[in-house]
């Protein structure tokens, strides 16, 4: 599940106004419990509407298996642009869900004030093991009071998550060109060349209508970045490095590929019919794919091309890197119905039919790679390749970057190890102004590097 960094800035912005000393929290208030003494749930997340769907019909199972104990679940489902917003709300009424999303750069802060209950000793208590999630997703929920990634767990993970490079076969066949390796990802230089080719006026109206690729900043750059052996950090988390010379040269290349290889729509054409848009009209033959799209892909009425999954290009390392991300289950420290909400939670990540059902195995369709990494790199890949589950062919791009190889990386971003992301923040908000041509790399490198090392120094302080 897609985790923005500004969004959860502006998440914890929220919540840490809101006063620690709420009452009712966990449930709401009096209703907490039914007549009879049984649980009642309220779930607050955000997810796309393929998604809802899934998780309603598990819920609804999980109702059934449990109604000794459980009586009404509330399952509120936002978009996740108006989830912050929302969330605060209830904290500030004090009416705080039992269960709800963190993602790993809001653990700490989120253990900090009180908001969050600890599971390790939830988990001891009911024999629910987590010895076999993938441990470096499972590792970004936990907290020791220092840094996260170590001490006790504070989340299950709804998933882990990665991208690929998704790739519109339909358009590759149309240019008589050969699909990308799964194997061995282009060069920036051979990425640059396929991308020429497949930029075109298909109507001969002497305007561009189809590019190479789209270039969404946030999901897009740190591909070069990262390949290029940079980084927006030193690995202490405690320095900017976006002047380096490394660094500065995968801006570069990035920014090329709108101004001087013109093969991604221009700044002003992406403001008027955006990447995703673009990509689900078969404008565009590269997308960056997050294993939470595929679904929506392979409904052919969303997506009515034939696709499949590669690589991102490769730059100095000669690794294709990408980012991994996931968002996690929590339960409200002041929750009256923790147990039950545990159970929830476990039936929801760490439960292998419960896994099977939002793979697609038994469910039909897949939303996400499967927390349980025997069955994911088992009997889910085999259901890939016997046609059981709807799902690219070329799956194992996505564990190549979440398990990595010597030719695949993937990371989590920076922000998940900082106590904010403004000083990020800081980064994406002129750098549309690079990609029209109006300022130079170095230029504006030179600008917003002391300014974000200033809001970093700022946030390490005040965590302090």
């Known amino acids: 599940m897609r985790i923005r960094n500004k969004f959860m800035a502006l998440m914890l912005t929220g919540v840490l106004a809101c006063s620690t000393a709420l009452t009712g929290c966990g449930g709401s208030g009096n209703s907490s419990k039914t007549k009879d003494g049984k649980a009642n749930l ?18 609804d199972e999980f109702k059934e298996a449990n109604k000794d104990t459980v009586g009404n679940i509330d399952f509120q489902v936002t978009t996740q642009d108006e989830y912050a917003t929302t969330l605060t709300g209830m904290m500030t009424s004090g009416d705080m869900p039992d269960v709800f999303y963190v993602g790993p750069d809001a653990v700490a802060d989120y253990v900090k004030n009180g908001y969050v209950a600890n599971l390790t000793p939830l988990l001891e208590e009911n024999n629910i093991s987590t010895d076999d999630m993938y441990q470096n997703v499972l590792d970004s929920y936990r907290y020791d009071g220092s840094q996260t990634g170590n001490g006790d767990l504070y989340a299950l993970p709804k998933d882990g998550s990665t991208f690929a ?39 001969g109206d002497g305007e561009i209508d189809q590019w190479g690729c789209g270039a ?22 405690k320095t900017v490095t976006i002047d380096t010379p490394e660094f500065k040269e995968a ?10 290889y013109k093969v991604t729509p221009t700044v002003e054409q992406d403001a008027s019919l955006g990447v995703y848009q673009r990509w689900l009209a078969g404008q565009e033959a590269f997308y960056a794919c997050g294993t939470w ?39 409200s420290d002041k929750s009256e119905n923790k147990a039950e909400a545990l159970k929830l939670i476990s039936f929801l990540s760490t439960d292998l039919e419960g896994q099977k059902e939002l793979s697609g195995v038994s469910g039909g ?20 390749k016997d046609g059981t589950v709807k799902y690219p062919s070329n799956v194992d791009v996505f564990f190549n970057y979440m398990n990595g190889t010597d030719k695949f990386s993937g990371r989590m971003m920076e922000t998940t190890y900082t106590p904010n992301t403004e000083w990020l923040d800081i980064f994406w908000e002129g750098l549309a102004n690079v990609k029209k041509g109006e300022e130079s790399v170095d230029d504006y490198v030179a600008k917003l590097q002391p300014k974000m090392q200033e809001a970093l120094d700022t946030a390490w302080a005040d965590a302090e």
Do not use: R
């Open 42 to 59: 309220k779930v607050f997340v955000y997810m796309q509407d393929h998604e809802k769907a899934v998780y309603q019909k598990m819920i």
């Open 251 to 260: 801006l570069q290349k990035y920014v090329d590929l709108t101004l001087k």
């Open 293 to 331: 799209d595929v679904g929506a892909f392979m409904d052919k009425e969303t997506f009515p091309y034939e696709w499949d999954l590669c690589g991102f290009p490769t730059l100095s390392t000669g690794v294709s890197c990408t980012w991994n991300g996931t968002v996690g289950f929590c339960i």
């Open 365 to 384: 369709e897949s939303i996400q790679l499967p927390n349980i990494q025997s069955y994911a790199e088992n009997e889910f890949i085999e259901a890939v």
């Open 165 to 203: 490079y998704a790739y519109n076969k339909d358009l590759f066949d149309e240019a008589g060109l050969e699909y990308p390796d799964p194997e061995n990802p282009y060069t920036y230089e051979e990425f640059v060349e396929v991308c020429q080719k497949l930029t075109k006026d298909t109507d």
């Open 216 to 237: 969404a900043d946030t999901f897009m750059l740190y591909q070069y970045i990262w390949s290029n052996g940079a980084s927006f950090l030193s690995d202490d988390y």
